[in-house]
């Protein structure tokens, strides 16, 4: 069988993964600052309207007020991402504890959860919180049923 007759599952596995991701700002430095506490975000600022939050081994590219209309149309989707209008899930590696710790410390409010759900590694525990402008976030934690289960 040669390799165009595989399938895509087969000839693909493991050489794609995201990268990155667009958020937008009205407010470019609450954002930052929001994003630094809250994630742990290291900020580039390559440009003036123009943010990159590195959070582990992704990337979030942030887009502030204005600059959809100034980049070059085939750089932004044909419907640019809005403020408020994104949805981001990200994994938690400690203890449920430390998060509601950490949230608290960084005045987040948790808006649901704790939730069961499942998440690009499986079921986690979620806790759902909004960014500045009103976007979407989560924190899912994995291996947080293996723990209760150990606890009894």
């Not at 991701?21 to 309207?49: M, N, Q, W």
């Not at 079921?123 to 979407?136: C, H, N, V, W």
Request: with cysteine; proline share 8%.
């Amino acid at each position: 069988m040669d390799a165009s007759a595989q399938p895509h599952s087969v000839v693909l596995d493991g050489k794609v993964s995201l990268d990155h991701c667009v958020i937008a700002s009205t407010d470019l430095d609450r954002t930052d600052a929001f994003y630094e506490a809250v994630f742990g975000a290291t900020i580039e600022k390559p440009l003036p309207l123009f943010r990159q939050y590195r959070v582990g081994a992704q990337m979030i590219n942030v887009h502030g007020p204005g600059l959809p209309e100034l980049a070059p149309p085939e750089l932004v989707a044909r419907r640019p991402v809005q403020p408020g209008n994104s949805d981001l899930c990200f994994a938690w590696d400690g203890s449920e504890a430390e998060l509601l710790h950490h949230l608290c410390t960084c005045g987040v409010v948790i808006t649901v959860g704790p939730e069961q759900r499942t998440g690009a590694r499986g079921p986690g525990t979620s806790y759902y919180f909004r960014d500045p402008d009103g976007s979407l976030l989560e924190f899912i934690i994995y291996g947080h049923e293996d723990h209760e289960q150990a606890r009894m």
